[in-house]
């Protein structure tokens, strides 16, 4: 007679395979959970980033110089109040429903250089957001910070 099945062998190589391939498939979906919502908060940092960046353009280059030497009125909107130069500045103290919920986890550093270039003057304005102290933007992260650069040029 003769037996019909599986050796020893033939089955451990069996779980071997399938281990293998259970294994990449959960680190495939660990890696895709963790960059999607890398992109999410990024993408949070980056329109907190850009609110400023455009505020400053409309307002112009001379509203820039009073900004720039804190001179400038920062009460006439609760987006202008949530724009302090030169300081890190929490997004959870800003007005309520100004930002997304998540943006309370980040904090926010705006500076002002002046620029000459060949006679043009320009305010260089440089927006930095960073995750406020151990949060979950922290842990999800990737970057320290995220950092977007414009110029105010002077239309004179």
């Excluded at 099945?5 to 395979?17: D, H, K, R």
């Amino acid at each position: 007679m003769k037996c019909r099945g599986f050796s020893l062998i033939e089955i451990l190589i069996a779980i071997f395979l399938l281990a293998t391939v259970l294994l990449s498939l959960l680190w495939m979906n660990r890696y895709s959970h963790i960059s999607s919502m890398d992109a999410y908060y990024e993408g949070i940092a980056i329109g907190a980033a850009q609110e400023p960046l455009e505020i400053f353009r409309g307002m112009g280059y001379e509203w820039l110089e009073l900004y720039q030497k804190g001179q400038a009125d920062l009460t006439k909107s609760a987006a202008l109040t949530a724009c302090p130069p030169g300081v890190w500045f929490n997004l959870a103290d800003a007005k309520p429903g100004l930002y997304p919920s998540e943006a309370s986890d980040l904090k926010r550093l705006i500076t002002v250089t002046p620029v000459t270039s060949d006679g043009i003057k320009a305010f260089q304005v440089t927006v930095r957001i960073a995750p406020a102290l151990q949060s979950k933007i922290d842990a999800w992260l990737s970057r320290d910070s995220v950092s977007l650069k414009s110029f105010v040029v002077d239309k004179k």
